[in-house]
């Protein structure tokens, strides 16, 4: 199967089809992406909550991305591969985020990379990146790793001043030379205003119908997780395609109730019987 490449992804803009974005974080959730025929695979930070159980992004490190990015390759041949840039691994400096996103792409097996923010400092990292050769994607309005200035994983751009600041900065990296800019939690009217602001193609999450495209948490796509009491849900804006930790939880529990009544394993699941011949011996 032939890679989607930044060219599939321009050509699917300019004629004004929706573009497709599923995060997976593993070999099997990304040979299920690859077969579903969703266009963008990204290896995203949303890991350390999602697989790693952690409250926020914070704790995710270049290494862990690597891990991650390196198995998602191994398993995805056809769609388009973006890894997230960690938190503390591009702010310090341009050159910092060279060498993180050059990372991504040497051993990670990467396509390209996506970084948070629109600030003067995040632009310039994005042009950095972007000058080296590396394609980046722009993501403004909650851009989870800002949650301690931000104060909450909230939506953003609900003010004038607010919504203003959130097209500002998706032009100012499409000017630093993003492919694409993620826009995570904004209002519709905030969205429309972006997509024809700029002339790259934006992908949202919680961000409503007027993108370029739409991506999801694929854990909370496919209704993975049954969260314990103690963790936030799966957020308001992701619509559950399926009840997959269900079918693992009732799994599991079958399993269980088999082995204590002796029922697993019966003949089928018994293959490794004694040749004929041999069978006195253990008589
Ligand atoms: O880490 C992630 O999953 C993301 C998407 C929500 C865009 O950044
Ligand atoms: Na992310």
């Known amino acids: 199967p032939k890679r989607v490449t930044l060219r599939h992804l321009g050509a699917k803009y300019k004629r004004k089809e929706p573009i497709s974005m599923v995060t997976a974080y593993d070999y099997p959730s990304a040979v299920h992406v690859d077969l579903s025929g969703v266009d963008i695979l990204l290896v995203g930070d949303s890991v350390g909550m999602v697989v790693h159980g952690h409250e926020t992004t914070l704790p995710v490190t270049l290494d862990d991305m690597l891990l991650h990015c390196r198995s998602v390759a191994r398993g995805a041949q056809r769609p388009f591969l973006i890894g997230d840039l960690p938190f503390g691994s591009y702010e310090r400096s341009p050159q910092q985020a060279i060498e993180s996103a050059t990372r991504l792409l040497k051993e990670g097996g ?15 990292a994005a042009k950095a990146v972007t000058e080296a050769g590396i394609a980046v994607m722009g993501h403004v309005g909650l851009t989870p790793q800002a949650i301690s200035s931000l104060g909450g994983f909230r939506p953003q751009g609900r003010t004038a001043a607010e919504a203003i600041k959130v097209v500002q900065s998706a032009r100012a990296l499409e000017d630093a030379g993003c492919f694409a ?95 004929e011949d041999d069978k006195g011996e253990f008589a």
């Open 110 to 124: 990467m396509d390209a990379v996506k970084l948070e923010g629109g600030g003067p400092a995040r632009v310039a």
């Open 181 to 275: 800019i993620v826009l995570e939690c904004v209002p519709p009217a905030v969205s429309a205003a972006v997509t024809s602001a700029v002339s790259v193609p934006t992908i949202g999450i919680g961000a409503g119908p007027h993108c370029s495209g739409q991506v999801l948490v694929y854990h909370d796509l496919v209704g993975m997780m049954q969260h314990p009491h103690w963790v936030q849900v799966t957020p308001k804006f992701c619509k559950k395609y399926a009840a997959v930790g269900t079918v693992i939880s009732q799994a599991l529990v079958d399993f269980r109730e088999e082995v204590a009544n002796g029922e697993f394993p019966g003949p089928d699941h018994t293959p490794y019987t004694l040749p």
